[in-house]
C-alpha cells in the first residue's frame, strides 16, 4: 500500500514571500502521480499541481512549482510571492494510475501573514 | 462551467438512523469516487464507480454502500448511523477519456453531523 507523509501540520509566511511545503511518500511502483491539493476555509478541494513519475521534468504552475525527487520519495510544493488568497490547507496525494483514488497525507496548514 | 454537485450540502441525522448523500458528475463523466474527511483529518477514499459498476473499495463500513445509476449520478446510502460517521463526504467526477491521467473534480461536499 502508498503511503504520503507531511510533517509539517503548520506553517506561516509573510505575503510575498516564498515558502516551500514538504511532502513524501513511499511505493514499489516506478509509474505514478503525485498531487498538491488546496482546501480553503470553504472547504472545497482544489488541485493546485500535478507530477507524473515517469516525467524528469518538475511541474509548474504559475507560482506554484515542485521539487520532484524520485529516488528520495520526495515531493515537495514552492509557493513563490505568497498571497493573502494562499491561506489553506495543503494535502499532498499520490495515485498509482492517473484514473484511481487518491490517497492523501495528513496535510499542512499554510497561513499567509499580511 | 458545470461543476460536481452534492446534495444536501448539510446533514443533521440522530445516532441509528439512515442517510443519503447525493452526487452528481459533472456532464459527460463516467466515474464518480466517494471520499470520507473527518474532523481535522485528511480525506480517505471510501469506493468508486465506473460505468455504473463498482471499481475499487477502500475503507467504506458495512453499514454504507453506493451504487451509480444510469444517469451517472452517485448515492451514498449510510444506515445505524455513529457519532463517528460525522464528517465531510466529498465526491469527485472524472471521465474516463482513455488518457493515462484523468483530472477528479470535487464536489463542495457534503456535511454529516450525527447526534
Known amino acids: 500500500a502508498q503511503t504520503v507523509t507531511q510533517s509539517q501540520p503548520e506553517m506561516s509566511v509573510q505575503e510575498a514571500e516564498t515558502v516551500t511545503l514538504s511532502c513524501t511518500y513511499d511505493t514499489s511502483e516506478s509509474n505514478y502521480y503525485l498531487f498538491w491539493y488546496k482546501q480553503p476555509p470553504s472547504r472545497q478541494m482544489i488541485l493546485v499541481i500535478r507530477?507524473?513519475?515517469?516525467?524528469?521534468q518538475n511541474a509548474t504552475e504559475n507560482r506554484f512549482s515542485v521539487n520532484f525527487q524520485k529516488a528520495a520519495k520526495s515531493f515537495s510544493l514552492k509557493i513563490s510571492d505568497s498571497q493573502l488568497g494562499d491561506t489553506a490547507m495543503y494535502f499532498c496525494a499520490f495515485s498509482l494510475f492517473g484514473n484511481e483514488k487518491l490517497t492523501f497525507g495528513t496535510g499542512t496548514r499554510l497561513t499567509i501573514i499580511p | 462551467a458545470a461543476g460536481v454537485i452534492q446534495s444536501p450540502r448539510h446533514l443533521i441525522k440522530e445516532k441509528r438512523e439512515t442517510a443519503t448523500l447525493k452526487c452528481y458528475p459533472i456532464?459527460?463523466?463516467?466515474?464518480v469516487y466517494w471520499y470520507q474527511q473527518g474532523p481535522g483529518q485528511d480525506p480517505q477514499f471510501l469506493i468508486s464507480f465506473y460505468e455504473k459498476m463498482q471499481s475499487d473499495k477502500g475503507s467504506i463500513p458495512d453499514r454504507f454502500s453506493a451504487q451509480q445509476f444510469s444517469d451517472y449520478h452517485s448515492e451514498l446510502n449510510m444506515s445505524s448511523l455513529e457519532l463517528g460517521d460525522s464528517a465531510l463526504y466529498f465526491c469527485?467526477?472524472?471521465?474516463?477519456?482513455?488518457?493515462?491521467?484523468?483530472?477528479?473534480?470535487f464536489g463542495p461536499g457534503t456535511r454529516l453531523t450525527v447526534l
Open positions: 507530477q507524473e513519475a515517469y516525467k524528469q
Open positions: 456532464p459527460r463523466h463516467d466515474t
Open positions: 469527485a467526477s472524472s471521465q474516463n477519456s482513455g488518457e493515462s491521467y484523468n483530472e477528479q473534480f
